[in-house]
């Protein structure tokens, strides 16, 4: 995969490194040359050049790139490069950091951003995430306004526990993608049943996040499975006579 990453300081330096070692050809442009040397990036490429200027970009065959990621520290930069990959060079998937919170609401497709990583508020979520136990937690805005990563970890005391994935009603809009046990990660079906301490990740729509939370909140048992023992004692005894008849 080619990926071009605008920005070489810290943050643009570590997500190349990252996908270097997953073999993936990088591509950094930056302003200052400098940055090429202390970088300590092996098997990267470089461009030296304003990412903001049409022909950077053109020098740098965006058009060939699989993703773009806009990771300098200027947020108007990382809007225009995300904007000019989309319309100019119909890249198919741009990420773009977002530095300053109060801009969040502008990475969106209308400023050609696919992926908005607002990293104050990833790390806020990720310490949420630490103490936060029994609640949604939101990780990660896809499309921003559209959809999110979320995580639920589950109380020992929760009535979900015992359920199967397969036995609760799930709101429409949100999907169960991996249940982390023990430090270890398990691809959900139907038949995997919760217990405490399990950590649910789901992909959501915004509108369905309340949904979700409604469903997993203490005191809340729609949709479950688990049944008491006189209605499993009802349905024995309707079969019994059935089968009499």
Do not use: Y
Not at 66 to 77: F, H, L, R
Not at 98 to 120: E, H, I, L, Q, Y
Request: charged share 25%; net charge negative.
């Amino acid at each position: 995969m080619k990926v071009v990453i605008v920005g070489a300081g810290s943050v643009g330096s570590s997500i190349a490194r990252e996908l270097l070692a997953h073999k993936h050809e990088i591509l950094l442009i930056d302003l200052k040359p400098e940055v090429i040397g202390r970088s300590g990036l092996r098997g990267a490429r470089w461009l030296v050049g304003d990412a903001c200027e049409l022909s950077t970009l053109q020098d740098a065959r965006l058009e060939d790139a699989d993703v773009v990621v806009s990771a300098t520290g200027d947020d108007k930069v990382n809007l225009v490069v995300s904007l000019l990959a989309k319309t100019e060079f119909g890249v198919g998937r741009t990420v773009g950091r977002v530095n300053n919170p109060k801009n969040d609401w502008m990475f969106n497709d209308s400023w050609g951003v696919d992926v908005a990583v607002n990293t104050p508020q990833l790390m806020t979520a990720l310490v949420e995430e630490a103490v936060e136990i029994g609640d949604i937690v939101r990780l990660l805005t896809l499309q921003t306004g559209v959809a999110s990563i979320v995580e639920f970890t589950v109380p020992h005391d929760s009535h979900v526990i015992g359920s199967t994935v397969g036995g609760i009603d799930w709101p429409e809009d949100a999907t169960l993608v991996a249940i982390l046990r023990d430090h270890a990660p398990i691809t959900p079906t139907r038949d995997d049943v919760l217990d405490g301490g399990d950590e649910l990740f789901f992909v959501t729509t915004i509108a369905a996040e309340d949904g979700l939370r409604a469903l997993l909140s203490p005191g809340s048992d729609d949709g479950q499975e688990p049944r008491d023992d006189a209605a499993e004692a009802a349905d024995q005894s309707a079969e019994d006579d059935g089968f009499d008849g």
